[in-house]
T-cell receptor, first 112, second 117 residues
Framework: QKEVEQDPGPLSVPEGAIVSLNCTYS??????FMWYRQYSRKGPELLMY????GNKEDGRFTAQVDKSSKYISLFIRDSQPSDSATYLC????????????FGSGTRLSIRP | GAVVSQHPSWVICKSGTSVKIECRSL??????MFWYRQFPKQSLMLMAT?????????EQGVEKDKFLINHASLTLSTLTVTSAHPEDSSFYIC?????????????FGPGTRLTVL
């Protein structure tokens, strides 16, 4: 079993829809949770950075962490064609020696 | 802020040659840089952690004599793929950590696509 599981998609939704992206994980030591956006042939861009359980909102993006269920989500409101990309969840236990473990990424396409 | 560049963005080389990839932090000092490899439609796999002025720490299964990493300054790390073979063809991405107390906040470069013929 992988430490981090992420549905690879592809996920296609119409412009303006609410998008929900999810990851599950198995390591209860994970404390820090990130979401990255990666456009084709580009490096990942940090979107959201959260610690422990709870919600964090930044513009059209909301990150949720449920440590009891080992489940994290990223919601995108009023989705735009420019949001079309691969979204990677990532997590870490948080010490300087801890690696960041990435999900395999979900390919998202927003239809105009 | 927190901009990371890589050079070259893509490279094609013949089997048996060596290729050097540069990773630079443009507007901050990075005491730690990371090198990842990404295959098509797959996630990022950490290859090694590079600390300025010391030897890199390689992940299990990564040949340190094949993937030479040098972190000579606080703004530059290089990855040299020695005696490249077609199976080394991949997308190589570096990242840098801006602050020692935010271990998990890494900023990524745009990546280098290596094709070995």
């Amino acid at each position: 079993q992988k430490e981090v599981e992420q549905d690879p998609g592809p996920l296609s939704v119409p412009e303006g829809a609410i998008v929900s992206l999810n990851c599950t994980y198995s390591n209860s030591a994970f404390q820090y949770f990130m979401w990255y956006r990666q456009y084709s042939r580009k490096g990942p861009e940090l979107l959201m950075y959260t610690y422990s359980s709870g919600n964090k909102e930044d513009g059209r993006f909301t990150a949720q962490v449920d440590k009891s269920s080992k489940y994290i989500s990223l919601f995108i409101r009023d989705s735009q064609p420019s949001d079309s990309a691969t979204y990677l969840c990532a997590m870490s236990a948080g010490s300087s020696a801890s690696k960041i473990i990435f999900g395999s990424g979900t390919r998202l396409s927003i239809r105009p | 802020g927190a901009v990371v560049s890589q050079h070259p963005s893509w490279v094609i080389c013949k089997s048996g040659t060596s290729v050097k990839i540069e990773c630079r932090s443009l507007d901050f000092q990075a005491t730690t840089m990371f090198w990842y490899r990404q295959f098509p439609k797959q996630s990022l796999m950490l290859m090694a952690t590079s600390n300025e002025g010391s030897k890199a720490t390689y992940e299990q299964g990564v040949e340190k004599d094949k993937f030479l990493i040098n972190h000579a300054s606080l703004t530059l790390s290089t990855l040299t793929v020695t005696s490249a073979h077609p199976e080394d063809s991949s997308f190589y991405i570096c990242s840098a950590r801006t602050r020692q107390d935010r271990y998990n906040e890494q900023f990524f470069g745009p990546g280098t696509r290596l094709t070995v013929l």
